[in-house]
């Protein structure tokens, strides 16, 4: 929710962003009205994957990266 | 107690959120029903014996994941729900992009430790005891310098099981992938830091008292996009 807020201000002032929270926060970002969300299948406190999966890590961080530069508006989820 | 006195199965379920069983990974037990936790737990260990017998552990992924959509499905956002939020277009391709990474996992440099509620060296274990206090507090921001090496990052944080960031700061933090990304062009640039705060603590003091500040701290360091980790 914290990262909601964050990603809203950012957004009002002219920066894009991106999202990246695992599957179980979707109701929350859902109703935050997020401009760009990838929800991963991970476990909390890992949206990333597994420790020392960098192989996941970086396949995340990439159709994060697609994401930024696909959406055209708001409410864009992605998941992964 | 378990000593003394015989501990009903409601005590059992409570006490995995920051009781004395304190399991961050599995806290939401507490969340459920009698019934809902003895289901959860009864099919928590068939899984694990399907899941040796077929050497496949996304089975249990699977199953603890989806005791975790349980406990964040509900109406917790008490009044922050909206039904239409701000959209900026990325101005530049990737390839031209200057990026900037903020989590909320709760990591900092070694030697630059926010001190929460004041307190100097705070341990993972007392962040977790002092959670109900984290989240009456407005949040600080670490700075992370990008260049900065993955043996000096700290992490601490009293909401979620921080055990797979102490172990590997990417699986919260990726800031040794986005270097990676970047090299092999991916996207130009990092700006000189990255930021992390602890994402447990006080939402309208955090949009009041914090975010005007932090926002324009983000825009003074100008990335075409930031990428966001909540945790």
Redesign the interface.
């Given at each position: 929710m914290s990262v909601g807020h964050v990603a809203r201000s950012f957004e009002q002032e002219g920066i894009p962003t991106v999202v990246i929270a695992v599957k179980a926060f979707e109701n929350r970002m859902r109703s935050m009205a997020l401009p760009r969300v990838l929800l991963t299948h991970e476990l909390l406190g890992r949206p990333f994957g597994r420790p020392f999966d960098s192989e996941r890590q970086t396949e995340v961080l990439e159709a994060a990266l697609d994401l930024l530069e696909d959406a055209t508006a708001n409410g864009d989820i992605w998941e992964i | 107690m378990r000593q003394t006195e015989k501990e009903s199965f409601e005590d059992f379920i409570k006490s995995f959120f920051y009781g004395s069983r304190s399991d961050?990974?599995f806290k939401f037990i507490s969340d459920f029903s009698e019934d809902q936790a003895s289901d959860f737990l009864v099919g928590l260990f068939k899984t694990l014996v399907d899941a040796v017998d077929d050497d496949d552990l996304a089975q249990v992924?699977q199953r603890?994941?989806e005791g975790?959509?349980l406990?964040?499905?509900?109406g917790?956002?008490k009044g922050?729900?909206?039904?239409?939020?701000?959209?900026?277009?990325?101005?530049k391709?990737?390839a031209e992009a200057r990026l900037s990474l903020?989590?909320?996992s709760g990591h900092f440099v070694d030697g630059d430790d926010p001190e929460p509620l004041g307190a100097k060296n705070m341990t993972q274990a007392q962040a977790e005891s002092r959670i109900m206090e984290f989240i009456k507090e407005a949040?600080k921001l670490s700075v992370i310098p990008v260049d900065t090496p993955a043996d000096r990052l700290r992490v601490r944080h009293g909401g979620?099981?921080?055990?797979?960031?102490l172990?590997?700061p990417?699986?919260?933090f990726?800031l040794k992938?986005?270097k990676?990304?970047q090299a092999k062009g991916?996207?130009k640039a990092l700006t000189p830091n990255a930021y992390s705060?602890v994402?447990?603590?006080a939402?309208t003091r955090?949009?009041k008292e914090t975010?005007?500040e932090?926002?324009a701290d983000?825009?003074a360091a100008a990335?075409?996009?930031?990428?966001?980790?909540?945790?």
């Open positions: - | 961050l990974s992924k603890i994941m975790q959509a406990s964040y499905g509900g917790h956002l922050f729900t909206y039904e239409d939020g701000p959209f900026t277009p990325m101005e391709p990737l903020l989590t909320s949040p979620y099981d921080t055990r797979g960031a172990k590997d990417n699986a919260a990726p992938r986005l990676e990304i991916g996207f705060f994402g447990a603590c939402q955090l949009l975010l005007p932090w926002t983000m825009k990335p075409d996009a930031v990428v966001l980790v909540p945790v």
